[in-house]
């Protein structure tokens, strides 16, 4: 079974920055596409930030120029670093991947922006 552990989450001020990290196993990491979502309270989850296999990235307007995804093959792991964080991206991030019909998500991590 697929597991997809992020960390990093937590509180910190407008401005600021996180970095966020999606530990992977038992896939070959190398080989997926990663993504990060995010859901608000009362709003959809959203597509964030998608990083290929073979690291081309794309990302959703919002956060543009702001964050960052990358991976570490070697470590079986994707990051998404936030900076210049605004009290709209407070959310719970997901990290996701998928394999054919197979889809996988981690349990969430909390990110609150707020003075």
Do not use: H
């Not at 997926?32 to 608000?40: C, F, K, L, N, S």
């Not at 009290?87 to 981690?106: H, L, M, Q, S």
Request: net charge positive; charged share 15%; with cysteine.
């Amino acid at each position: 079974q697929v597991q997809l552990v992020e960390s990093g989450g937590g509180l910190v001020q407008p401005g600021g920055s996180l970095r966020l990290s999606c530990a992977a196993s038992r896939i070959s990491f190398s080989m997926y596409v990663m993504g990060w979502y995010r859901q608000a309270p009362g709003k959809q989850r959203e597509l964030v930030a998608v990083i290929t296999s073979d690291g081309m990235t794309n990302y959703v307007d919002s956060v543009k120029g702001r964050f960052t995804i990358a991976r570490d093959n070697a470590k079986n792991t994707v990051y998404l670093q936030m900076s210049s964080l605004k009290p709209e991206d407070t959310a719970v991030y997901f990290c996701n991947t998928k394999w054919g019909v197979n889809e996988y998500w981690g349990q969430g991590t909390q990110v609150t922006v707020s003075s």
